[in-house]
């Protein structure tokens, strides 16, 4: 066997997870500049090393392709994930007194933004007020989004800096919450949270800067090497900021950007043109159907269990949302919606569904994100059009389970975040985490989705349950097949770059809650090393 060029990088170990086969196998795999040039046995491989090769050998440690997280917010992720964490409260006063500690801690922070809290975990489980807040930090500005990042709860000292009191109109979709006097709690639903948001991201760009650079150490520390950049906090403004981390070869991740499908036309073929590089580049177009359970805004076929005057709502109508499919489908884009509720997930089906028959049947990847329940009768649509799922398991360990099964009703419980059923209909999943609904560990969602553990400790509908060659492929090839770079990227082959991950154990080899306790060794991006933990050599 010889090769033109000696290898850069070998890794070697017992447990090679190549994503082509079900089961780790030995060997050796060579990284010349920023591709895989050859994988074979040790015996095989180390013709290819030269006097400058760095070799490594991992003994019976995880190797597997780079983590390909399909759905994350970088910016404002990387924001909550440096802000404080509310998961832990069971109080509103629990919460609070989180937030005063916080404060403390940061006293020259403008604004204290944080995330987490889920008044289904709360005794009473009666939604937060400002008074509360008021109490702990009557002189700052405080935003602190839910659990699942579609309402916030903010003290009185920024309703009046964002200018929002008993006269501020509901934005559409959005609804600005009051008492029975007309003033505002501190609660604000969907769009509203963005009258906030506005002056709460409004950073310097070296603060940007900062906040990125942030982004790509924790994603190289969990062996992301790959991202999905959703459409959700007004993230488009931080595509320069992307392009100029790009050119300056400081992107040690590779980000695919989704802008909103509500811009023109024109503007986002203007971005496709735009992002075209191995490290940045343009994936298509995201929109949003409805909201979540919790809030009662997803878009259920039927009434809410809990709340039998309401199916939720729909943030376009479904003649709007049809149109604006049919024009960008047209036009070549592939789009991924957030379709939480079974109405939304059905109304983003039939929407592909128009588009197909309207410009006719290609390979559109059209992606439907978070699917937490769905008709029975969608199942295999989803399989029929050609349509991907997008899916985070940790999401639904978040959710208290007897709050979320009682607010959907008995009838619709069997079908909560069906990641088994829609595989074995055929249809491809790809996993991720929504970053920063959840932390950005990719080993946290594959412990979800191979266990359905819930945040009661116990497994929430074992028949969901996946196998963990499955888990790994789909936070590695199918997230590579859903963003059209399965060329390039999701399995570990000659010829593909080399994005690559050692975990320390095998964990084909130990007991499921061992995942929770696996560390990334090294993480390789582009052929090189961006994260080392203590390594060993040959």
Same mark, same amino acid.
């Given at each position: 066997?010889?090769?033109?060029?000696?290898?850069?990088? $070998?890794?070697?170990?017992?447990?090679?997870?190549?994503?082509?086969?079900?089961?780790?196998?030995?060997?050796? $795999?060579?990284?010349?500049?920023?591709? $895989?040039?050859?994988?074979?046995?040790?015996?095989?491989?180390?013709?290819?090393?030269?006097?400058?090769?760095?070799?490594?050998?991992?003994?019976?440690?995880?190797?597997?392709?780079?983590?390909?997280?399909?759905?994350?917010?970088?910016?404002?992720?990387?924001?909550?994930?440096?802000?404080?964490?509310?998961?832990?409260?069971?109080?509103?006063?629990?919460?609070?007194?989180?937030?005063?500690?916080?404060?403390?801690?940061?006293?020259?922070?403008?604004?204290?933004?944080?995330?987490?809290?889920?008044?289904g975990?709360?005794?009473?489980?009666?939604?937060?007020?400002?008074?509360?807040?008021?109490?702990v930090?009557?002189?700052?500005?405080?935003?602190?989004n839910?659990?699942?990042?579609?309402? %916030?709860?903010?003290?009185?000292?920024?309703?009046?800096?964002?200018?929002?009191?008993?006269?501020?109109?509901?934005?559409?979709?959005?609804?600005?919450?009051?008492?029975?006097?007309?003033?505002?709690?501190?609660?604000?639903?969907?769009?509203?949270?963005?009258?906030?948001?506005?002056?709460?991201?409004?950073?310097?760009?070296?603060?940007?800067?900062? =906040?990125?650079?942030?982004?790509?150490? &924790?994603?190289?520390?969990?062996?992301?090497?790959?991202v999905?950049?959703?459409?959700g906090?007004?993230?488009?403004? #931080?595509?320069?900021?992307?392009?100029?981390?790009?050119?300056?070869?400081?992107?040690?991740?590779?980000?695919?950007?989704?802008?909103?499908?509500?811009?023109?036309?024109?503007? &986002?073929?203007?971005?496709?043109?735009?992002?075209?590089?191995?490290? &940045?580049?343009?994936?298509?177009?995201?929109?949003?159907?409805?909201?979540?359970?919790?809030?009662?805004?997803?878009? =259920?076929?039927?009434? #809410?269990?809990?709340?039998?005057?309401?199916?939720?709502?729909?943030? #376009?109508?479904?003649?709007?949302?049809?149109?604006?499919?049919?024009?960008?489908?047209?036009?070549g884009?592939?789009?991924?919606?957030?379709?939480?509720g079974d109405?939304?997930?059905?109304?983003? =089906?039939d929407?592909f569904e128009?588009?197909?028959?309207?410009?006719?049947?290609?390979d559109?990847?059209?992606?439907?994100?978070? $699917?937490?329940?769905?008709?029975?009768?969608?199942? /295999?649509?989803?399989?029929?059009?050609?349509?991907? %799922?997008?899916?985070?398991?940790?999401?639904?360990a978040?959710?208290?389970?007897?709050?979320?099964?009682?607010?959907?009703?008995?009838?619709?419980?069997?079908?909560?975040?069906?990641?088994?059923?829609?595989?074995?209909?055929?249809?491809?999943?790809?996993?991720?985490?929504?970053?920063?609904?959840?932390? =950005?560990?990719?080993?946290?969602?594959?412990?979800?989705?191979?266990t359905r553990?819930?945040?009661?400790g116990? /497994?929430?509908?074992?028949?969901?349950?996946?196998?963990?060659?499955? %888990?790994?492929?789909?936070?590695?090839?199918? /997230?590579? #097949?859903?963003?059209?770079?399965?060329?390039?990227?999701?399995?570990?082959?000659?010829?593909?770059?080399?994005?690559?991950?050692?975990?320390?154990?095998? &964990?084909?080899?130990?007991?499921?809650?061992?995942i929770?306790?696996?560390?990334?060794?090294?993480?390789m991006?582009?052929?090189?090393?961006?994260?080392?933990?203590?390594?060993?050599?040959?």
């Amino acid at each position: 066997m010889s090769y033109e060029k000696e290898a850069d990088v $070998i890794l070697s170990s017992n447990a090679v997870f190549t994503g082509v086969f079900d089961k780790p196998i030995p060997a050796s $795999i060579a990284v010349t500049d920023n591709k $895989i040039t050859a994988i074979g046995s040790k015996e095989e491989i180390k013709s290819q090393a030269g006097l400058d090769t760095r070799i490594y050998d991992y003994d019976d440690q995880l190797i597997i392709p780079g983590f390909h997280d399909f759905h994350v917010h970088i910016m404002s992720g990387i924001v909550m994930e440096n802000g404080v964490n509310l998961e832990a409260a069971r109080s509103e006063e629990e919460a609070a007194q989180m937030v005063k500690r916080y404060a403390d801690e940061h006293p020259n922070e403008e604004w204290i933004i944080g995330v987490g809290w889920d008044a289904g975990y709360w005794d009473g489980q009666q939604l937060p007020h400002r008074s509360s807040l008021d109490q702990v930090v009557p002189d700052r500005l405080v935003l602190l989004n839910h659990a699942e990042m579609h309402y %916030a709860w903010v003290n009185s000292k920024t309703l009046e800096y964002c200018g929002i009191n008993q006269d501020t109109e509901h934005p559409s979709y959005g609804y600005i919450q009051k008492d029975e006097n007309g003033d505002p709690t501190g609660i604000l639903y969907e769009k509203a949270t963005k009258l906030v948001d506005q002056y709460a991201f409004d950073f310097s760009e070296e603060k940007e800067r900062e =906040l990125l650079d942030k982004f790509l150490k &924790l994603a190289a520390s969990v062996g992301v090497t790959s991202v999905n950049d959703m459409y959700g906090d007004g993230n488009e403004k #931080y595509y320069g900021l992307f392009n100029e981390f790009d050119e300056e070869s400081k992107l040690t991740i590779r980000i695919h950007i989704l802008p909103s499908i509500d811009f023109e036309l024109e503007k &986002l073929k203007q971005w496709r043109n735009e992002f075209t590089t191995d490290k &940045l580049q343009f994936s298509g177009l995201k929109g949003f159907m409805d909201g979540v359970i919790t809030s009662r805004t997803a878009y =259920l076929v039927g009434p #809410y269990g809990d709340s039998p005057d309401t199916c939720g709502e729909l943030v #376009y109508s479904p003649g709007e949302i049809k149109e604006k499919v049919v024009k960008a489908d047209r036009e070549g884009f592939r789009m991924r919606f957030h379709a939480i509720g079974d109405g939304a997930v059905r109304l983003a =089906l039939d929407a592909f569904e128009e588009a197909q028959k309207a410009n006719g049947k290609r390979d559109a990847r059209h992606t439907i994100e978070h $699917i937490e329940i769905i008709h029975e009768d969608d199942i /295999p649509r989803f399989r029929e059009l050609g349509v991907l %799922a997008s899916m985070q398991p940790e999401l639904m360990a978040q959710s208290e389970r007897e709050t979320y099964s009682t607010r959907i009703g008995p009838e619709k419980e069997p079908y909560i975040f069906p990641i088994n059923t829609l595989k074995s209909a055929g249809v491809t999943v790809g996993l991720g985490t929504d970053f920063r609904v959840a932390t =950005l560990n990719p080993l946290l969602e594959i412990y979800r989705a191979v266990t359905r553990v819930s945040s009661d400790g116990r /497994p929430w509908h074992v028949y969901e349950c996946i196998p963990l060659a499955e %888990a790994l492929k789909d936070y590695t090839k199918s /997230p590579a #097949y859903g963003t059209f770079r399965e060329e390039e990227l999701g399995t570990l082959e000659v010829g593909k770059l080399a994005d690559i991950v050692v975990l320390d154990r095998n &964990l084909f080899e130990a007991p499921a809650e061992e995942i929770l306790e696996t560390k990334v060794k090294l993480t390789m991006s582009d052929g090189e090393i961006v994260y080392q933990d203590n390594d060993s050599r040959m």
